[in-house]
């Protein structure tokens, strides 16, 4: 939970600085930078984060693919654009699925015939995020990083590559 706090903050006061914007303009391909510059301010601060992490694990570990990996970084939840899921959506996702597990997840796939719609699109987008981002990454062909966020929130599996795992380990550190 402390956690959670900590990131809460770190939402409410996050702006990219000129020189993350020129990082991110330099390593994403052209085609999908609206993709990332559609996501809200935190978590555009929050995937920034995320991909100098992995970037760091990534040569502490001397295995896989550095450049692929901070592209998957960056873009791994653009399935949550600016106005579908904000902060407050997310704090209440969050305590939602913490607290109601069950309850959140039969929410999320009721669909329309959820009792509260609103409710029903930010489970939806909480837990379908990684999902809807892969599919957007695909229609503009970038495949291999969309196999990565296609699976950053799915369980841990023996066949799973280096990327990954390194995508999923600094998710988690931020």
């Known amino acids: 939970m402390r956690q ?3 990131q809460f903050i770190s939402a409410i006061t996050a702006r990219l600085s000129s020189e993350e914007i020129d990082f991110i303009r ?8 609206p993709l990332f510059f559609a996501m809200h301010p935190a978590d555009q601060m929050h995937c920034y984060r995320v991909a ?6 990534q040569k502490d570990l001397g295995e896989g693919d550095g450049a692929l990996l901070v592209r998957a970084a960056l873009l791994h939840d653009i399935g ?8 407050w959506g997310k704090v209440l ?6 607290f109601f597990p069950k309850f959140s997840q039969r929410v999320a796939r009721r ?26 990454l695909k229609t503009i062909g ?13 369980s841990p ?5 280096i990327e990954l795992t390194l995508l999923r380990q600094a998710d988690e550190l931020n």
């Open 93 to 98: 996702t969050v305590l939602l699925v913490h």
């Open 111 to 136: 669909g329309a015939s959820a009792p509260c719609p609103k409710l029903f699109r930010l489970l939806y987008i909480y837990f379908q995020h990684p999902s809807i981002g892969a599919q957007q």
């Open 80 to 87: 949550r654009k600016k106005g579908e899921l904000d902060i």
């Open 157 to 161: 599996s023996i066949d799973d590559s």
């Open 4 to 6: 959670r706090i900590h």
């Open 52 to 57: 100098m992490t992995a970037l760091r694990l």
């Open 26 to 33: 330099r390593t994403l391909p052209d085609e999908s930078l």
């Open 142 to 154: 970038l495949d291999a990083e969309a196999a990565l966020v296609a699976h950053h929130h799915a």
